[in-house]
């Protein structure tokens, strides 16, 4: 996201299955913390931002928790920092300091400029639900709580929610804002927008929405729920392409994520 003086805010959402925190049979007490270390090194491996925090206290199952698959009862948590634009490989590690436990997560990752006056946009964040609020919260946002979804799995017919904003809108002689939302829900692999024929329109499951919106401010968050309920499993990709009616830029993101058959 773009951070009030344009630089970028980086966050980050966890899920860490409750199983893998034991349990207070186990002897080793009712409450943990996990210890939370994030660098991004830049191309010579040379660190460039880091983050440390500890999450807690967070209570300890009292019996061994399942390990089912997507559904295992999970911890949730959040972070959000600072740091230069750039490209990255990204290194993350926990560790439960209860059973010691430690987990590594590695990936290459761009991160965006969002100085400039041109129409830009935050990447897309999935989530389980979205709702106005008041209060502050680790999940709130611009006076929405986002319920995270930072697996990207959703179970068949579920409701996807999608949070976004977007920055550096035209505004009109009035002050005010014109743009056009689209979104399009395509099967991983299969052309998007113009890509496709007609045959494959009816062929493939997809979803495609057109929606116009205005506003009064330069930069506005946006929400949508999105129906998914006749999809079979599968992986599929969401775009959104975002056009300024006054200024004619357009701008689009996307994400992927699965739909399962939950047992």
Request: negative net charge; glycine residues 10%.
């Amino acid at each position: 996201f773009r951070g009030p003086e344009g630089e970028t805010e980086v966050e980050f959402t966890y899920s860490i299955p409750t199983h893998q925190l034991g349990y207070v049979r186990d002897g080793k007490g009712l409450h943990t913390w996990l210890l939370n270390n994030i660098t991004f090194r830049d191309t010579s491996l040379i660190p460039v931002t880091t983050w440390e925090g500890k999450f807690g206290p967070i209570e300890r199952a009292l019996n061994e928790q399942p390990r089912r698959q997507y559904t295992a009862p999970a911890y949730m948590m959040a972070t959000m920092f600072q740091t230069p634009p750039g490209v990255y490989n990204m290194a993350v590690q926990i560790r439960d300091e209860a059973t010691r436990g430690i987990g590594i997560y590695k990936k290459p990752l761009t991160i965006p400029d969002y100085h400039g006056e041109n129409l830009l946009m935050s990447d897309l964040k999935l989530a389980t639900a979205i709702t106005p609020v008041e209060e502050e919260g680790p999940f709130v946002r611009k006076g929405l709580e986002i319920s995270p979804n930072p697996g990207r799995l959703y179970q068949r017919g579920q409701i996807v929610y999608l949070y976004y904003e977007v920055y550096n809108l035209s505004r009109k002689s009035d002050g005010k804002t014109e743009y056009e939302a689209i979104y399009e829900i395509t099967p991983k692999g299969m052309p998007t927008g113009r890509g496709r024929n007609r045959r494959q329109d009816e062929d493939e499951q997809s979803v495609l929405i057109s929606v116009d919106g205005a506003g009064s401010s330069e930069d506005e968050p946006m929400y949508t729920s999105l129906d998914t309920g006749e999809f079979v499993d599968g992986e599929y990709v969401l775009t959104v392409i975002l056009t300024d009616r006054q200024s004619g830029q357009r701008i689009s993101k996307t994400v992927n994520f699965m739909i399962v058959g939950f047992q």
